[in-house]
């Protein structure tokens, strides 16, 4: 059964920390893994990850896949208030834009 | 700005009355649209993809005379929840493939959601 799977499920911190999210996947017919942030409503996209090893950033955040150990992190540096949201990370599959979601992390950071 | 608008954001209606949801692509045709509902703390689950002048893909155990999909343009999908009970409440969100923005910079992009509340 196809499946994704993130850690932690949820994460309080302090700002100014970096924090780690990860998700690990088994999914048939690969295609892409994908970052997206979730505040209050529509998930909002991040990142779009299709190669192995290739660092993608935007700020003070980046991702990485690695598809041998079927994984992906994304991180969060010199984390800030606006930063605390539902991080969700899916995998596309086949050539339908088809995406299965993983649970999840909610992030929180304190002032 | 959002280039996929899902309206109503909002609406409660009684339990066994029929609620239906727009999803409009505003600046590209998207031959395929998506349905996702995601329950309180849970993540989002595929129902169903809408597909322009054809019948709609329904995942497994998604009930297809419940949940009604229309694509019958480019830009536009809709989702009737028919005879909508309280456990139909929901969080209902559409995506939909801009097949021409290319992959590098994220070709599905989400509207904003719908919260169903059924009473």
């Known amino acids: 059964e196809d499946k994704v799977v993130q850690s932690p499920l949820s994460l309080v911190v302090h700002e100014g920390d970096t924090v780690t999210l990860n998700c690990s996947y088994e999914v048939t017919n690969f295609r892409s893994l994908l970052w997206y942030k979730q505040e209050k409503k529509a998930p909002t996209f991040l990142f779009m990850l299709?190669?192995?090893?290739i660092e993608k950033k935007s700020g003070r955040l980046s991702s990485i896949l690695d598809k041998k150990e079927l994984f992906s992190i994304l991180n969060i540096t010199a984390t800030q208030t606006g930063d605390s949201a539902v991080y969700l990370c899916a995998v596309e599959y086949g050539n339908t834009g088809k995406l299965i979601f993983g649970q999840g992390t909610t992030l929180q950071v304190k002032p | 700005g959002a280039v996929v608008s899902q309206h109503p954001s909002w609406v409660i209606c009684k339990s066994g009355t029929s609620v239906k949801i727009e999803c409009r692509s505003l600046?590209?045709?998207?031959?395929?649209m998506f349905w996702y509902r995601q329950f309180p703390k849970q993540s989002l689950m595929l129902m169903a993809t809408s597909n322009e002048g054809s019948k709609a893909t329904y995942e497994q155990g998604v009930e297809k005379d419940k949940f009604l999909i229309n694509h019958a343009s480019l830009t536009l999908s809709t989702l009737t929840v028919t005879s909508a009970h309280p456990e139909d409440s929901s969080f209902y969100i559409c995506s939909a493939r801009d097949r021409g923005r290319g992959r590098e910079i994220g070709e599905l992009f989400f509207g904003e959601g719908s919260r169903l509340t059924v009473l």
């Open positions: 600046d590209f045709q998207a031959t395929t």
């Open positions: 299709t190669s192995s090893g």
